[in-house]
């Protein structure tokens, strides 16, 4: 137990950053939300990545379980509409926010994932030993550098050391072979039948990450797309882990070549909304990287991009000033880069 929970503080840190893009804490609202969908799908929102659940006469098929803590929770509410068992749990993407109940569920049902889901959970302790033990090179030379001693500036960067190699001892820690990553994995797509339903999971391009699967349930015309879609409010562009928004705009397009024009869309945060809702998202994208490719163009450097670029439109997203601006310098970089 001690040692999942170490797993757990260990994902968390390392998504830190993408929980960022979850804007509005929900906890303080109980934090569950069930809401109907179709007759058989309905969106479970709480705190972390939104939850799909699909009933069936057969068992249920739940999408994304946000973190350990509310796991029994979410088991709770997929009870108050179904005592059927969990026939399967998909991830859409391995963030710890989309992951975090695995440990608990994995007891229970078969987890099912793209390949980089699995590659990325099982690689997540090495990188917390990797960028923390670089963590700690920073603020010791830092403190090396800086101008007294005795500051509350050093005295802070003292503290963060501490807990840096208190992750890196329970990064260590960690058995790869106790990370509860999925149990089936796929790389284009596989299909579930269960209870008379059909399930399509399928990867498209990169996005988000490099290992976003898209599941959509054809008679319902429901889609859930994890964080390749964000309703409202800003997306996070995981480059650590494969993310291309070059990519991600085609993703969007494969996606609404295949899905119903009258699909209701299940975004990672926000609200259940429609396929043009996803529109405004895939929007969003072109516009920045426009936006980006124009300052590039212009002989903007990286920082004068993040400065200056604006998209007026978007200013009523959840986060938009600070999402914005990190938006725009992962697009530099991945646009300079050229990959
Ligand atoms: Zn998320
Ligand atoms: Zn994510």
């Keep these: 137990m001690k ?10 840190l390392l998504i830190v950053s993408a929980l960022a893009h979850d ?4 906890q303080d609202k109980g934090p569950f939300t069930l809401k109907k969908l179709t007759d058989d799908v309905y969106v ?9 659940i699909c009933v069936t006469p057969e068992g249920v098929v739940v999408i994304d379980d946000q973190f350990a803590d509310l796991a029994p929770g979410i088991a709770a509410q997929i009870k108050t509409i179904s005592d059927k068992p969990i026939k399967f749990l998909i991830n859409t993407h391995h963030h710890f926010d989309h992951t975090g109940g695995n440990e608990f569920f994995i007891k229970m049902t078969t987890i099912v994932a793209h390949d980089n889901v699995r590659k990325h959970m099982l690689a997540a302790p090495q990188e917390t030993i990797d960028n923390q033990t670089a963590r700690i090179q920073r603020l010791e030379k830092q403190i090396a550098e800086a101008k007294d001693p005795q500051s509350k500036e050093v005295a802070d960067m003292k503290g963060q050391i501490e807990t840096a190699k208190k992750n890196v001892e329970a990064a260590r820690a960690i058995k790869i072979s106790e990370v509860p990553a999925p149990n089936i994995t796929f790389s284009r797509e596989m299909r579930i039948y269960v209870g008379g339903k059909e399930i399509q999971i399928f990867h498209a391009k990169r ?3 490099d290992g976003d699967s898209i599941i959509y349930f054809p008679k319902e015309k429901v889609a859930h797309l994890g964080d390749l879609f964000v309703n409202r409010r800003m997306p996070f562009i995981d480059r650590a882990h494969g993310a291309s928004t070059a990519e991600w705009v085609e993703t969007l397009d494969a996606v609404l070549s295949r899905i119903d024009p009258a699909s209701q869309v299940i975004p990672g945060h926000g609200d259940a909304g429609t396929v043009a809702d996803l529109k405004a998202f895939r929007q969003y994208m072109v516009d920045l990287r426009a936006a980006v490719k124009q300052a590039i163009e212009a002989g903007r450097t990286r920082e004068q991009a993040v400065k200056e670029i604006q998209l007026p439109q978007y200013s009523s997203h959840i986060g938009y000033a600070q999402g ?4 725009v310098g992962i697009v530099y970089d991945e646009m300079k880069e050229g990959k």
């Design 207 to 209: 996005g988000h990450t």
């Design 44 to 52: 479970l929102y709480g705190r972390g990545g939104n939850i799909g």
């Design 23 to 26: 804007g509005v804490n929900r």
């Design 324 to 327: 914005l601006a990190g938006n």
């Design 3 to 12: 040692k999942l929970f170490a797993v757990t503080i260990i994902f968390f």
